[in-house]
């Protein structure tokens, strides 16, 4: 089973700043990695599929790189708006449990 | 509207047994892979159970395997999950969600619903 970390657990950010999150694979996805947001109360939303590709309707602010064990969401701006918990996600082996990380809470500092 | 709407949780007492359902809606579900995945209070995503599109294939995490069963009716587009021996872990809010085939062996998940909550206790 693959094992996904993510880092950090939190993230305090001021509006407008640069956020960097990370996430780790215990081994090899090849770039078969998506990223999530989820607010309280709300449905997870697809942010980032195959590494790097954003979903329909994705902002441009956010971006996703890398692939084997590391990757990166990055968000250019923080808005209002994308204060909450982000998951990665490996969809490259069987089977799928622990396909999710721990999460990272972006907050407002 | 493309939509997936939760419903079936509720308090329930250990050992005890509860039916949940996903009505889809805006897409043609039976071309869909499905899944269930949870969410414990305070915690992160867990995943526990997936169906092809034409229900032959179900696979169920280790952690619910022989107590849950999971289940679709491409007619009436909607997805269950039967809960069987429920235990305290069990306690969550549990998502439908659409599963899309990518590159690897297995599914990222492109269509959320915004979950239902089961409650486990005595």
């Known amino acids: 089973e693959i094992v996904m970390t993510q880092s950090p657990a939190t993230l305090s950010v001021s509006p407008g700043e640069r956020a960097t999150l990370s996430c780790r694979a215990s081994q090899s996805v090849s770039t078969n990695l998506a990223w999530y947001q989820q607010k309280p109360g709300q449905a997870p939303r697809l942010l980032i599929y195959?590494?790097?590709t954003r979903a329909t309707g994705i902002p441009a602010r956010f971006s996703g790189s890398g692939s084997g064990t590391e990757f990166t969401l990055t968000i250019s701006s923080l808005q209002s708006e994308d204060f909450a918990v982000y998951y990665c996600?490996?969809?490259?082996?069987?089977?799928?449990?622990?396909?999710f990380g721990q999460g990272t809470k972006v907050e407002i500092k | 509207e493309v939509q997936l709407l939760e419903s079936g949780g509720g308090l329930v007492q250990p050992g005890g047994s509860l039916r949940l359902s996903c009505a889809a809606s805006g897409f043609t579900f039976s071309i869909s892979d499905m899944t269930w995945v949870r969410q414990a209070p305070g915690k992160g995503l867990e995943w526990v159970s997936v169906?092809?599109?034409?229900?032959?294939?179900?696979y169920c995490a280790d952690s619910v395997k022989g107590r849950f069963t999971i289940s679709r009716d491409n007619s009436g587009n909607t997805l269950y999950l039967q809960m069987n021996s429920l235990r305290l872990e069990d306690t969550a809010v549990y998502h439908c969600?659409?599963?899309?085939?990518?590159?690897?062996?297995?599914?990222?998940?492109?269509?959320w619903g915004r979950g239902t909550l089961v409650t486990v206790s005595s």
């Open positions: 969600a659409r599963g899309m085939a990518g590159a690897g062996t297995s599914w990222y998940f492109d269509l």
């Open positions: 996600q490996q969809y490259n082996n069987w089977p799928p449990e622990g396909t």
């Open positions: 195959g590494a790097s």
């Open positions: 169906i092809s599109d034409d229900g032959r294939r179900t």
